[in-house]
């Protein structure tokens, strides 16, 4: 079987939903009003960046490259790596929530910087749909790291 350009778009999916459901969870339990709003923004964003994932996917549904097996393999041990590492904080103020966001989408930045790394070979593969999939995923996270540090200063 043959990995696909979706194949990795779905596991960006994955941790956007985790990311959704971390801070869905942080809504849930905390007692403070202001972290709980906190939280349900950020979950928005991240429902936001699910559709946005989701659209992507569905623009190259019928022109879908294929991944070499060993890039495909690396880059699903990135990711999945991440991924065991989302763990939700114990917040005491927003602030402090603000921050761990601001720092989990830096991280995923470079794990993304990463992955995109990974997929040139040649200076050709900079034109590949995989490359040019993962660059959009970047600077919609990038946006996202924007919008966080303009609430934390």
């Given at each position: 079987?043959?990995?696909?350009?979706?194949?990795?778009?779905?596991?960006?999916?994955?941790?956007?939903?985790?990311?959704?459901?971390?801070?869905?969870?942080?809504?849930?339990?905390?007692?403070?009003?202001?972290?709980?709003?906190?939280?349900?923004?950020?979950?928005?964003?991240?429902?936001?960046?699910?559709?946005?994932?989701?659209?992507?996917?569905?623009?190259?549904?019928?022109?879908?490259?294929?991944?070499?097996f060993?890039?495909?393999?690396?880059?699903?041990?990135?990711?999945?790596?991440?991924?065991?590492?989302?763990?939700?904080?114990?917040?005491?103020?927003?602030?402090?929530?603000?921050?761990?966001?601001?720092?989990?989408?830096?991280?995923?930045?470079?794990v993304?910087?990463?992955?995109?790394?990974?997929?040139?070979?040649?200076?050709?593969?900079?034109?590949?749909?995989?490359?040019?999939?993962?660059?959009?995923?970047?600077?919609?996270e990038?946006?996202?790291?924007?919008?966080?540090?303009?609430?934390?200063?």
């Open positions: 079987m043959a990995y696909t350009v979706i194949d990795i778009l779905e596991k960006f999916i994955e941790i956007e939903k985790n990311g959704r459901d971390m801070y869905e969870n942080i809504n849930k339990i905390s007692k403070d009003i202001k972290i709980k709003m906190v939280a349900k923004v950020l979950q928005k964003e991240e429902e936001r960046h699910i559709k946005v994932y989701t659209r992507l996917k569905e623009e190259i549904k019928n022109k879908d490259e294929e991944v070499d060993d890039i495909y393999d690396k880059v699903s041990s990135l990711l999945n790596k991440f991924k065991q590492n989302m763990d939700a904080p114990k917040t005491q103020n927003t602030n402090e929530l603000l921050r761990f966001a601001l720092e989990f989408e830096k991280q995923n930045i470079a993304l910087l990463d992955i995109q790394g990974r997929l040139i070979r040649k200076k050709q593969d900079m034109k590949s749909q995989a490359y040019q999939m993962v660059s959009r995923v970047i600077e919609e990038k946006k996202h790291v924007q919008n966080l540090q303009s609430f934390i200063k």
